[in-house]
Structures are given as C-alpha cells and as structure tokens.
C-alpha cells in the first residue's frame, strides 16, 4: 500500500512500477478513487494500491478519512511510506504517525535528483537509525532505486513489524498509549467526542510532542542551502503576485488555446479525409441495401464525431497535465483564493472549479471537501457552468465553421481566442451566480483554505502518457458508445416513418435510384417525414427564434446524454441530404441550407448562438444526476437546470437577433 501526501510523488512511483497495468476503483459508498496496480518482483505477481494523498491520520478531509480508514483496518501486507526528498521536513508527521502503527514499512525518498540539485543532502543512514525502518532514495522520474526497493520490498511482507526507537528518542509510553485510543475510539466520519471527552486533547498532545520530534529528526539528518529555497520564493513573488500572476495565468491560458488549434487541426484534418474517404470507397460497391445505409450514414458518421476530436483532446490534458506536473497549478489555487472569497466561494471551491475545465461528474463528487454548506451548495451549482472537455467537439465544429481556415489577427489564431473567450465567458457567468447565490441564501459560517506549495520540476512524461490515455480511453469508450449508439438510433429515426407514408413516397419517386435530382428530394421528403423530423417539426417555433432549424433542435434533445453527441447528430442528419461531391464532416454541415429560403443553416448568427448556447445549457443528464445525489434535494436540481438553461437561452436570442 502507498501512502503519501498530495506532493510526495507518490502516483509517479504508482506509475513507475506499475506502468499500465491498472485500474481505478471506487470506495465502497463513495466515488472517491483509488488506484489498484500489479507488478512482478522476482516472478511474484504483487498487488499495489495507491491511496489518495493525505497529510496527517488526524484529518477531517472526506477523501483524506477514507484513505485513513483503509491503513488502519490493517487488511495489507505492508506499508510503502513515499516521501518527497526535498520537502522531508513536511512529510516527518505523516511518516510518525503512521510509523507509531507498527506495522511492516518501509520509507522511500523520492525525488531524490531534485533534492540533490538544490544541494539538499539527507544523510539516509541516520535517518534510517533514528526511525528503524529501511529508508531508500529513490527518482520515480528516472527509476533510479527501484531495483532496490524491489529487493526490500519483496521480504517486507515476511518480516516482523518495524517502529522507530521509542527508548532513543524518549518517547513517553503514555502518549502512545494516548494515540492508540484515539485510533480506537475516532469514528472518520463524526468524533464522538461525548464518548471520549479528552480526545482533542490527545490529538493537540501528539502532535505537540511530534513537533519536537520532527525538529530533532530534521537537525540530525538534514543538511541544505537555502539558495533554491530562496530561489522559489523569487519564481513565486511573481507568479502569485496579485497583479503578475493574474497576468502569467491569462497568458499560460491563452497560449493553451491557441496550441489546441493551432497543433490539432492538422491531425484533424487527416482523420476527417481518411474515415471521409473510405466511406466513398465503401459507396462504390456495398449495394443499396438499408444495412449499407446504415454503416454509411449512421455507423461511421457516429464514429467519425468521436474520433476526430481526439487529438484535441490529447492536446488539452497534455496542456492541463504539464501545469499539475509543474507545481504551477497549486499557484493558481493560491492566486484565485482571496478572489473567490468575494464570490462566496470558498478557495477549497477552486480545485473542483479547475478540475470541472475535464468533466463536471468528478468535480462535483470533489466538492464534498467543502465543510462550509454554504460554500459547498454554490460551488456545485455554479460548476457546470465552466467550460467541460465534452464542450471541446461542439466548440470545435461551430468555431471551424465560423473560422474555415486558420484565420490569424496580429499573428495569433482566430479559433484559438475564440475557444480561450468561450472558457472565460462560462467562468464569469459562474463568478456571477456565485455572487447572486452569496446574497440571497442566508448562512454565516467560517472557512479556512490551506494549500501546500509544491517545489517546481519538469514534468514527468510517462505519468502524463498514463494520464493523458486513461483520459482518451474513457472518452473513447464512454463517450464514444454513448455518441455511436445515438448515431445508430438517430439514423433509424430519420431514414423511417409511418409504413403508409413510407410507401406513398417511395411510389412518388419510383425512378428516384437513376436520377440524382429525384434521389436528393428523395431523401428531404423521407427526412422530413420521418420519425425524428416529426419531433424535430414539433419543437421548432421554440427554438426558431434562436436561429435554429428543426435539425439542429434534434440535436439540442440528443446531447442531453452527452454533449458530444451533438457533432454525431449533425453528421447524421445532414449527411444523406448535401452533395455528394463533399465527404467532409464539416463542409457537409458548413453547405447546409434552408429549403425555405435557401440560406446556409449555420450563418454567422446561428454559430455564435449555438456556441452561447451549449457554453452555458445544462445539456449533461449525468450532471443533473449527480447533483441531486450530492445535495440530496430536488429543488435545487430543478433550479440549477432553470438557471442554466434559462441563461442560456435568453442570451442566445439577444445573441443571434443582433447578429442577424
């Protein structure tokens, strides 16, 4: 079992000895991750968990009293302590305390490179003396020691307990009598102080006494320069800097962006033509049966809208990866916390805020960190208002369209400033009903936000090779089944209707195979009549005014699944009704026009609609699903759906009569 804090390394070593060979698994109750690895030592096939960080067995954190929870129900064969090498000082409490278990263990340093390059030499033979556990220096970046934490940790499931010396640092028995009650009587979820009265007494006398302890250890086997010290207090005076840090993050985002289309356009752009392609090639000789139908316009148009976005994607936790990896992003937590204070956020909000930029689901599950219910209620209805990656496809086509070339302004992309405003926007709208929200519920209660800055380095490549894959395999997997399977039903949906109606225009346009005029009417008059065009009819005058056709209205309906589903929907619909001549996704739905008056589908004004639109909707169910679960109220479900949708669809029709 590793344990470790947020900042020790400890999912780089995870990765390291494990490499792909794992799985994330949810606690019992709970959708709080931990992560399962194997890995063969010796040709013995071992089980490592990886816990989710902690900084003390005293603390009151949700996910910091599960991972808890698990290392004292002893159900391991052993403990691997992951220390960060140049930040030992901070870690000694945890380390202690979990020592003070007596069970089998060993402490590995990692990070150890860094330490050695800021001239922070830890003297591992004294250290390993005054705490009687094997300590190894170890890089997780570079596999430096890990043969030998192999060899170790191969007998460490078969030797007897190891503690530090109580005798030699003259521990007195009574505080550890006083700690193991404490452990016996904590229940990690309520401390039933009523049953044990002393007990934040002997919580303040543990830690009092391991103070001293942790001094004493750190004089005895720590010896450093403080020059890099000094030299991060300098990176920070800037980066933090309530003027010049807002100033670097704006700019760290607007160079994010503008890479997600600058670098992924290309790639995209291959994908689109290969799988255009080879769906021409499979047009010359699958014969005109309905199954052939249905791979042509609904299998791989489906799978087209989901793998054509991957290289975005890729790119945008790349980019998400490199901050966390840096230590920058604990920056931004620091930088942001006095702001959102004024919001009535709580700057324990900013991590589910932040993270919520990936998937709103975990984000949301995150914020039960948030002990203030004040802070926590606005914090989760505010969060789906920013900027999901499951936005990042519909925001691609619509800014494409918008954009068709890589337009530039004074040197910089078009598309890339457009997305980065589009991030921006959502986060002010989510900064303003925070604030709405701070005004009107009425519950005064204080909170506290503390953030451990990490040191800087380099990131690490193999973990963000582990992360950036897991990450695309789930919207691969995950959001691709759900986008294919809708794609499937929707082409089902538009190619039938009523068998008497049916069979009436097939009667009409009997000659309709041998002449393309009368196949393309063909296929309208079938389109419009089928069972999605019935819907797609009904709902219209509700949205007309925004701008939007029938079709786009099915797709409004559609991505409430996933947004994504929106790009597979389009490309369903549009694909068997626009010329023949064009196999791109995106010129298919760029050429599309109103049978009415024969203007393009997707003006200017309908674009920045629907981009207004799908930036602040509640166009996710698995959202509204876990919000009720995580409040437990059907009210405030209910309201964040009407805010949300509400906002968005008033300001989408101010935006497209403006424009239009």
């Not at 997780?140 to 190891?162: E, M, P, Q, W």
């Amino acid at each position: 079992m590793l344990v470790g804090s947020p900042n020790s390394g400890k999912t780089s070593m995870f990765n390291r000895l494990t490499g792909l060979h794992q799985k994330t698994a949810n606690y019992t109750g709970v959708t709080i991750e931990k992560h399962i690895g194997t890995f063969y030592c010796k040709n013995e096939l071992i089980e490592l968990v990886d816990l989710p960080g902690i900084y003390s067995l005293y603390s009151t954190a949700v996910e910091e009293q599960l991972a808890i929870r698990e290392i004292l129900s002893g159900a391991y064969d052993g403990i691997i302590l992951v220390a960060n090498a140049d930040q030992l000082q901070k870690n000694l409490l945890l380390i202690l305390q979990v020592l003070d278990l007596k069970k089998p263990s060993l402490l590995i340093l990692n990070m150890i490179d860094e330490a050695y390059k800021k001239n922070i030499l830890i003297q591992t033979n004294v250290l390993q003396s005054l705490l009687n556990v094997n300590v190894i220096p170890v890089s997780a970046r570079y596999g430096n020691g890990l043969d030998k934490l192999k060899d170790i940790l191969f007998t460490l499931s078969a030797s007897s307990s190891v503690f530090y010396d109580w005798n030699t640092l003259n521990k007195h028995a009574s505080i550890l009598k006083n700690v193991k009650d404490y452990y016996t009587w904590i229940d990690f979820y309520t401390l039933h102080k009523e049953e044990h009265p002393n007990l934040q007494a002997i919580v303040n006398e543990d830690i009092e006494y391991k103070r001293t302890l942790i001094h004493y250890i750190a004089t005895k086997s720590i010896k450093t320069s403080s020059f890099f010290s000094k030299r991060q207090f300098l990176i920070d005076k800037y980066l933090t800097h309530k003027i010049w840090g807002f100033v670097f993050l704006i700019l760290t985002l607007f160079i994010t962006f503008q890479v997600l289309f600058f670098v992924a356009e290309y790639p995209m752009q291959w994908i689109e033509w290969v799988l255009g392609s080879f769906s021409e090639w499979l047009d010359t000789f699958l014969p005109n049966t309905e199954w052939a139908n249905l791979i042509l316009n609904g299998i791989i148009p489906g799978i087209t809208g989901v793998v054509m976005f991957v290289p975005q994607i890729t790119l945008l936790f790349l980019m998400i990866g490199i901050l966390e990896e840096s230590g920058y992003m604990a920056r931004v937590s620091f930088l942001l916390d006095s702001v959102f204070h004024k919001f009535g956020l709580s700057g324990k909000s900013l991590i589910p805020l932040m993270s919520g930029t990936a998937c709103a689901v975990p984000s949301i599950m995150s914020a039960r960190t948030i002990n203030n219910l004040k802070e926590k209620l606005i914090t989760i209805l505010v969060l789906p208002f920013m900027s999901c990656s499951a936005r990042l496809p519909v925001y691609t086509l619509l800014i494409g369209l918008l954009f068709p070339d890589n337009t530039e302004y004074l040197f910089f992309n078009l598309k890339g400033l457009l997305l980065l405003g589009l991030y921006l926007f959502g986060l002010t709208i989510a900064l303003l009903y925070a604030w709405l929200f701070h005004k009107i519920i009425q519950h005064q209660e204080n909170s506290f936000f503390f953030i451990e800055l990490p040191s800087y380095k380099i990131p690490y490549w193999k973990n963000l090779v582990i992360t950036i894959w897991n990450k695309v395999r789930v919207f691969i997997t995950d959001a691709g089944k759900i986008i294919v399977a809708i794609s499937i039903v929707l082409w089902y949906l538009s190619t039938h209707t009523f068998p008497s109606v049916q069979k009436e225009i097939q009667q009409k346009y009997l000659v309709a195979e041998t002449n393309d005029s009368l196949k393309k009417m063909y296929q309208k008059e079938i389109l419009e009549t089928s069972y999605i065009g019935i819907i797609g009819k009904k709902i219209e005058p509700l949205i007309s005014p925004l701008g939007y056709d029938w079709k786009i209205g099915i797709a409004l309906i559609t991505s409430f699944a996933a947004r994504e589903v929106f790009v597979g929907t389009m490309a369903t619909l549009y694909s068997s009704e626009t010329n023949t001549n064009v196999s791109s996704l995106r010129e298919k739905i760029r050429v599309a026009q109103n049978p009415d008056n024969g203007e393009k589908v997707f003006s200017v004004a309908t674009n920045v609609s629907l981009l207004i639109y799908y930036a602040l909707a509640m166009q996710c169910i698995s959202t509204m699903v876990i919000v009720y679960k995580e409040l437990k109220s059907l009210k405030w479900t209910i309201i964040q759906f009407i805010l949300m949708t509400g906002t968005a669809y008033i300001l989408a029709f101010v935006t497209y009569q403006i424009l239009h």
